[in-house]
């Protein structure tokens, strides 16, 4: 298969691969079509502007393209392989997704700016203006379908007759017409001049570089090759774009460029072959729309064979000994049927019956489409960069990851400035793709910036979060559970959960008393195991197996050493032991944890349940003193923000004497007001032994905290006979012992 899979694609060196098939785009339909209406509109200092913001935008692009090209084997897919190499498989098939139809809708694009200017050079065609624009629509399908290697070889002839045509046009501006009166009254914008629209136009311009990049499955050598014919495009095609509009700005007339834009090149062409002129725009318009129409289906063939979004499957197949897209084609082929359509169906109508000019309506999309795509290029380059990830080390050393971030900045602005409604779209869609996307590939990786980048902050965070001193009223649970096997004391690890898991930090600790003849592959399976038990039951833990014959050895080493910097374990919760012989190594391990500053909470009953779905009844806490007070409180508060839990009344109460009744009342609603939360404080008075009122007030509830003092090695089997005959046949409960650092009061 491997061997299979190296014979498909071309090997197209990098001035035919890249360079070529770059700048054929970029010397394309908005320089004969529409450039001479962005400098008559917008004045030579605002065109000049415009390509200097736009080149810098590609330019930085480009930067980024070269970094990511050059720190990874490069496949098929062009932008998308790049991006989804780099950010991960959701952000690549969101904007596979869109670059896809980005290249799709330029095919169109290209195709109506042709068939404008064969309408207005040939006037008496203009009633066929549909007809002209559906015709090379087929004609250029039929030639992809044929072979790209046919494809690119024309791309040869078809620069030399581009090369001559803008030759010819700048020529004649500068030696016929071009005078100085002119260029001065050209040099400023038009009263109706709106930035960010003129910038829509003619941004296209400068999205060619996607016409190389899309072909990298077809490079002998995409790594050397796409950084080189990529800037080498970009360069030349920023210099002829400032001296069209410097020279054509000095030759005609403001209404001249506005007005006809294509014909005043045309009309004054160097020794008067306009016909050269009009042959350029036809090699550029053609090898452009050409150009995407070989890219767009390989896209979405890259995005196809990684099995992201189910829909887009069947396109992964190829056809032919280079594994043509033909199938990823005709779905290209069908849009662009249906854009040239509605185009040619508008153009046909005036303006004043709701007709549009469909080449700038096309632009605007097109624009729309190439800024988010250089956007998540540039992001994708950013976060290699400034993730700090060692396996970043990219053969193109002239990037920097403010570059990267400057040209994504750039391209999300302009975007919202060209128009927010549509950006805001734009963001919707993608947003949508990533989160259906995002589904199916969190278990996939391509060996992707994100865990680097994610690393990187973390550590950052750490290092700041260990100078920072701690705080009371900053106090998040750090659980960790000791719960042996999990699905013995499932119950114990839900109730973690729902304390832990959306504030806090959870681990499953299991510990395993025993020497196994075979210790990796034990723990290995084991950590499986606890994994997949977090899948199958929806929560969310850090898994951890300790496979150490002294147990209490295991769990004083583990809980002084389980930590990452300031991220320590600072709540351990246990079960209740069944078996009387575990009672003493059990009550043993409990004094343990106070030792080792620990809060800890052991949870009592209900081994073998689950949480309820839909809980009933009430959160009792039973007020014992200040000392576990805050931190019963705080853990009924983290119950009731849990969904099914947020409608359940939580109660504060004490049995008392009378005479201690106003005063335990007067600090139990000091705790209750430093908490700020809905509870009811309640202290009763009663004859009765507290098991008693214990049992008259809480057997309906729903979960129990009974703060506690744990007892000496002498009263280990008294203390577990009394917790058991006192909360026989009673709710949950947990038996809380606090460390003082969870303080409501402070």
Known sequence: MAAEEQKTGFSFGTFSGVFTPSILTIFGLIMFMRTSFVIGTSGILMALVILLIAEAITFATGLSISAVSTNTPVKGGGAYFLISRALGPSFGSAIGVSLFFAQTLSVPFYILGFTEAVATNFPVLKPYYLLIALTPGVLLFIMAWIGTDWAIKAQYFILAILGLSILAFLGGALFKPFSFSVFSENLKPSPDFKFFHIFAIFFPAVTGIMAGVNMSGDLKDPQRSIPKGTLLAIVTGGVVYALQMIITGGAFTRQELINNPFEVLEENALFGVGLLVFAGVVAATISSALGSMLGAPRILQALAKDKIIKAFNPFA??????????RAMLLTFIITMIILFWGGVNASRPKSEGGIDPLNAVAAIVSMFFLYTYAMVNLAAFVESFGANP????????????IALFGA??????SFMIDAVAALAALLVMTVLFLISRKTSMERTFGDARRGFIFSRIRDNLLNLAEMPSDPKNWRPTITVLSGNPTERTALVEYASLFGDQRGILSIVKIIPEKPEDFRKTRKEELKALEEYAGQNRLNYFPEVIIEENLDVAVRVFLQSHSIGPIKPNIIMTGWPNDPARVRPFMHTLNMIPELDKNLLTMVNSRNARVPVKPEGTIDIWWRGMSNGSLMVIMAYLLVQNNEWKNMKIRLLRLAPKKMRSQELEEMNKLAEAARIDC?????????TFEEVFRYM?????VIFIGTRLPKPDQYEAFYEDINSRLDDMPVTFLVASNGEADLMV
Do not use: M
């Open 391 to 402: 396996s970043f080390r990219p053969r193109f050393k002239y990037f920097h990851w403010i």
């Open 317 to 326: 197949v190829g056809s032919g000994a280079n594994n043509e897209p033909r």
């Open 680 to 688: 009811e404080v309640k202290v009763v008075t009663s004859d009765r």
């Open 409 to 414: 900045s750039a391209c999300i602005l302009a």
């Open 698 to 702: 809480s057997e309906k509830s729903q």
